[in-house]
């Protein structure tokens, strides 16, 4: 049998390990799918005295400009967590820490995520490349941040935060256990909204999707769970001055707890002007707002994840891609950017009035996986969607860097730019043509891969002779 499929809601995930048990007759443990192997692991990165020397206080990321919120407390502690499926044919490895956003690069020293890469490719002997290694940030406003836009970090929680993401990661690696793999969805985009109303850009991408794991033998017994969903980490406001991951955290706890299983990672899709309807599900404090919104998300989870659909095939495989684009904000000039962040100003980084980043397709069998090195419009997934052959497509957002908004189609720029300064998509944001850039080059990486991929020749013209290759050793930074 081709796929096996649930098609009840289910309240209660007591009975969603029951529907599992039901799947056992349809599963295809013996056949392409059979083959693969999952672990799961978290680690706390919450900050202490000894990671952000002296107090363990830190500057929250997001909202205003500069060093205007500085931590007094922790509401709920926050973790990098880490999900591993390996085969025959290879590994992918995602990861997600609840801060603000990371770069791939940093000025200070070794502390970005193609770092972070490099060093579990070393822990794990080559057995994960680290073009194999995806991480992202849940760009939680009430986290560390890790951009230095809003008061920065000391090195040591910066190193810290590099380890611990490294070791949640090898961590998983050494956990793995024969699986069964399943991805289920649901629509969610009654709790999020659109900061634009104007075509294109009104149009959300409100699929909340789930890569579930079970045991090979026991499909009754979950591994681990990667939830995927668009709406920002914005659900505590301004004012809240306690460190948090937001909505993920309270969601990953959740399930965590109710499956018994030692990490659910959620990694955040494209979020680019797209944030969560505060008010769908009430609370007059932004502490009962959270745990209203993370309930709405949540139960959103256990019907996605009733639901399963069998993942075809265990073939593996992942194309990383540099990718070089001019700066062009109007309102910002590149040196005056340059100053404000923490990001690494060496080249590949940056050579005169160009951003160097990276951007990863993958796949696990039939599903799809893309990168989006920051805060992508939902634009970009839904042409991957449309134009990549595949039974299902993941987005993974602020993932192995975070270069801001990522806006997408171009033609939608217009009334972004207009909207500044009060609302800051085009304030951090390289140029109105970046968003169409990273979608092309995650295109192209879908050709490499073997898909089946329906060209957009004309929006993609611009980029089609770049050169993939990442220069030299760029996780030096």
């Given at each position: 049998?081709?796929?096996?499929?649930?098609?009840?809601?289910?309240?209660?995930?007591?009975?969603?390990?029951?529907?599992?048990?039901?799947?056992?007759?349809?599963s295809?443990?013996?056949?392409?799918?059979?083959?693969?192997?999952?672990?799961?692991?978290?680690?706390?990165?919450?900050?202490?005295?000894?990671?952000?020397?002296?107090?363990?206080?830190?500057?929250?990321?997001?909202?205003?400009?500069?060093?205007?919120?500085?931590?007094?407390?922790?509401?709920?502690?926050?973790?990098?967590?880490?999900?591993?499926?390996?085969?025959?044919?290879?590994?992918?490895?995602?990861?997600?820490?609840e801060t603000q956003g990371t770069f791939a690069a940093y000025k200070n020293g070794p502390y970005g995520l193609l770092d972070v890469a490099r060093a579990v490719e070393e822990a794990t002997g080559g057995a994960i490349p680290r073009s194999?290694?995806?991480?992202?940030?849940?760009h939680s406003h009430a986290g560390p941040d890790t951009t230095g836009v809003w008061g920065g970090l000391p090195d040591s929680y910066l190193a810290h935060l590099r380890d611990q993401t490294v070791g949640a990661i090898v961590d998983a690696w050494e956990?793995?256990?024969?699986?069964?793999?399943?991805?289920?969805?649901?629509?969610?985009?009654?709790?999020?909204r659109s900061q634009f109303d104007l075509p294109p850009n009104d149009t959300l991408d409100g699929e909340l999707r789930v890569l579930l794991a079970t045991a090979k033998d026991d499909n009754a017994q979950p591994l681990a769970v990667l939830i995927n969903y668009s709406a920002h980490a914005t659900v505590m406001g301004s004012g809240n001055t306690l460190i948090s991951g937001d909505w993920p955290s309270v969601v990953s706890a959740g399930i965590e707890t109710e499956l018994g299983i030692e990490a659910a990672v959620v990694m955040m899709a494209d979020i680019g002007r797209t944030q969560p309807d505060r008010g769908s599900g009430g609370g007059s404090t932004d502490i009962e707002r959270l745990e209203s919104y993370g309930g709405l998300v949540l139960e959103?989870?256990?019907?996605?994840?009733?639901?399963?659909?069998?993942?075809?095939?265990?073939?593996?495989?992942?194309?990383?891609?540099?990718?070089?684009?001019?700066?062009?904000?109007?309102?910002?000039?590149?040196?005056?950017?340059?100053s404000l962040i923490s990001r690494s100003a060496a080249p590949p980084w940056r050579e005169g009035d160009s951003i160097g980043t990276v951007i990863s397709a993958g796949h696990i069998g039939d599903v799809f996986f893309a990168t989006l090195p920051g805060e992508g419009y939902p634009a970009i997934q839904l042409a991957l969607e449309e134009r990549v052959v595949a039974e299902h497509h993941f987005v993974f957002g602020v993932a192995n860097d975070q270069l801001g908004y990522l806006i997408s189609p171009e033609e939608g720029y217009p009334e972004v730019l207009a909207a500044a300064p009060g609302n800051d998509n085009a304030i951090f944001n390289v140029s109105s043509s970046i968003g169409d850039h990273v979608e092309c080059s995650l295109l192209a990486a879908a050709t490499t891969l073997g898909f089946e991929v329906k060209p957009d020749t004309a929006r993609c013209a611009p980029w089609a002779d770049e050169d993939p290759r990442l220069p030299g050793d760029a996780a030096d930074g």
């Amino acid at each position: 049998m081709r796929k096996a499929q649930v098609t009840h809601s289910y309240s209660s995930i007591a009975t969603l390990i029951g529907s599992l048990a039901l799947l056992a007759a349809c599963s295809n443990a013996d056949g392409p799918s059979g083959n693969l192997q999952v672990g799961a692991a978290r680690r706390d990165i919450t900050p202490t005295p000894e990671t952000a020397p002296p107090h363990g206080q830190v500057y929250l990321g997001g909202y205003g400009l500069g060093p205007e919120r500085l931590s007094t407390g922790v509401l709920a502690p926050i973790y990098v967590r880490a999900f591993v499926v390996s085969s025959p044919s290879g590994t992918l490895a995602f990861a997600q820490n609840e801060t603000q956003g990371t770069f791939a690069a940093y000025k200070n020293g070794p502390y970005g995520l193609l770092d972070v890469a490099r060093a579990v490719e070393e822990a794990t002997g080559g057995a994960i490349p680290r073009s194999h290694v995806i991480v992202g940030s849940d760009h939680s406003h009430a986290g560390p941040d890790t951009t230095g836009v809003w008061g920065g970090l000391p090195d040591s929680y910066l190193a810290h935060l590099r380890d611990q993401t490294v070791g949640a990661i090898v961590d998983a690696w050494e956990a793995r256990a024969p699986a069964q793999l399943w991805t289920g969805s649901v629509d969610a985009t009654d709790l999020i909204r659109s900061q634009f109303d104007l075509p294109p850009n009104d149009t959300l991408d409100g699929e909340l999707r789930v890569l579930l794991a079970t045991a090979k033998d026991d499909n009754a017994q979950p591994l681990a769970v990667l939830i995927n969903y668009s709406a920002h980490a914005t659900v505590m406001g301004s004012g809240n001055t306690l460190i948090s991951g937001d909505w993920p955290s309270v969601v990953s706890a959740g399930i965590e707890t109710e499956l018994g299983i030692e990490a659910a990672v959620v990694m955040m899709a494209d979020i680019g002007r797209t944030q969560p309807d505060r008010g769908s599900g009430g609370g007059s404090t932004d502490i009962e707002r959270l745990e209203s919104y993370g309930g709405l998300v949540l139960e959103r989870v256990r019907t996605a994840l009733s639901q399963p659909v069998e993942v075809q095939g265990d073939e593996i495989a992942a194309d990383q891609r540099f990718l070089r684009h001019t700066y062009g904000n109007p309102l910002f000039p590149i040196d005056l950017l340059g100053s404000l962040i923490s990001r690494s100003a060496a080249p590949p980084w940056r050579e005169g009035d160009s951003i160097g980043t990276v951007i990863s397709a993958g796949h696990i069998g039939d599903v799809f996986f893309a990168t989006l090195p920051g805060e992508g419009y939902p634009a970009i997934q839904l042409a991957l969607e449309e134009r990549v052959v595949a039974e299902h497509h993941f987005v993974f957002g602020v993932a192995n860097d975070q270069l801001g908004y990522l806006i997408s189609p171009e033609e939608g720029y217009p009334e972004v730019l207009a909207a500044a300064p009060g609302n800051d998509n085009a304030i951090f944001n390289v140029s109105s043509s970046i968003g169409d850039h990273v979608e092309c080059s995650l295109l192209a990486a879908a050709t490499t891969l073997g898909f089946e991929v329906k060209p957009d020749t004309a929006r993609c013209a611009p980029w089609a002779d770049e050169d993939p290759r990442l220069p030299g050793d760029a996780a030096d930074g």
